[in-house]
């Protein structure tokens, strides 16, 4: 018996989480309400309230869940203490759970009205994956501080990672290739800017 009520939670949840999802997608979190997410997912009120205190409670889920599922196995110290074929296959471990989740990571990457997912993306990329120790940029040739140097890279990261989720047909490898690359050299050399030439 207590098999049949876990299957019923589980679908229960599951029917909400799409309800919200779907809603976030049509008209944006900002605007949703819990008799909408009741309504789409076809229960009511109080079943919501069974699983869920509030909205903010139901994205927080959602997110973590999703935050958990694409970020690789870190073992080491981030990736930036990785050489070569190991920094690539954390890239491509990234991007191919991202690929997994496309629909979910797509619908909350594009949702103007909540920062809380590009937030805690950004947090987890920053200190456990790429930023784990900080570099120390103290006697480098650099003016950027290391929290400056890591908001413009995860920006560009950002920007990166979205237009992927936007864009039917990109492969995973096309995308490991322009992210290793753009930040293995200088942008200004991309965009074909050479201050030192006459």
Known sequence: M??????????????????????????SYGNITITDIAKRAMIN???FYMHYETKENLYNEI??????????????????????????????????????????????????TNQEFITKLKTKLINELFFRSRIDLTGKDTLFTFDLLSEAYFSIFKVIIQWWANTEGISTDYVIDMILEFFSKKPLELLGIDFDSN
């Open 45 to 47: 009120r109080k079943t």
């Open 63 to 112: 997110t973590d869940e999703l935050l958990e599922e694409i970020t690789p196995p870190i073992v080491y110290e981030g990736i930036h203490s990785l050489k070569g074929k190991d920094q690539r296959a954390a890239v491509t471990h990234l991007l191919l759970k991202i690929k997994e989740n496309k629909d979910v990571f797509e619908i909350l990457i594009n949702d103007n």
């Open 2 to 27: 207590p098999k049949k009520t876990d299957l019923r939670v589980i679908k229960s949840k599951k029917a909400i989480k799409d309800a919200f999802l779907q809603l976030i997608k049509e008209k």
